[in-house]
């Protein structure tokens, strides 16, 4: 754990570039992930994420720009320069600090099972074997799932965005789904579409797949921009932004 922290810290400390006047700031976003991010009906983007993106930006008197980007993609987009930042519910894993660096921790939420009500399915391969787990491609809930689950008969399949998981779940094509369990509750449990469902078995953990929280990724030659991102977060912390902000979407402490 103490690696991992320290590596992050690493990853985040400026190479040498000459340090830039971050006057915008454009994050990159994939919003099928609410209540982190998703899309209101008048197409407007909201959710937690996006509320603390913009909150960061007026600490730092920057403007905020919001792209959107596919999930399976954003880390390449993110080094093509396509953005400055992502925020969008990434986890700090090991794998994704060889590519790029991350800010400080911006949360730590465990992914849970989401299965129909009365299910005795467990969060175990031996409960698990010849059903169908759905989950997103590229998140951490498929690394775990693929590296655990998978070689021990278990079919896993991948999709581009989350609310296409939700919707074979409910079609019948999936067994279970396997995600943030903030996501799965606020975003679908608590909707119309999941009031047959509910959680299977509890949240797991794993620090190689799962990684130790959520935070900002960055690319690794933009240490400035990272710390001012960090210092930022912590005056959202200091001065009740955070938890004020956080109020409007969970009612327990997801830092």
Known sequence: MKQLALATLLACIATGAAAQDW?????????????????????????????LGNALCAKLKAKCVWVENAWDGIIPALKAKKFDAILSSMAVTEKRLQQIGFSD?????????????????QPAPDTLRGKRIGVEQGSTAEAYAKAYWEPKG?????????????????S??????????????????????????????????DSKTLGVGAAIGLRKEDGDLAQQLNRALAELHKDGTYKRLSGKYFSFDIY
């Open 105 to 121: 921790k911006i949360y730590n939420v465990p992914p849970r099972l989401v299965a129909k009500k009365g299910n005795a399915l």
């Open 154 to 170: 278990v079919t896993v399949t991948s999709y581009q965005n989350q609310d296409q998981v939700y919707q074979d779940l409910t």
């Open 172 to 205: 019948g094509r999936l067994d279970a789904a396997f995600q943030s369990s903030v996501q799965a509750e606020l975003g679908f449990l608590k909707t119309a579409a999941g009031r047959d469902y509910a959680f299977a078995g509890n949240g797991v953990a």
């Open 23 to 51: 006057k915008v700031i454009r994050f990159g976003v994939n919003p099928s992930y609410a209540p982190f991010e998703s899309k209101a009906a008048s197409g407007e983007l909201v959710g937690f994420d996006i509320d």
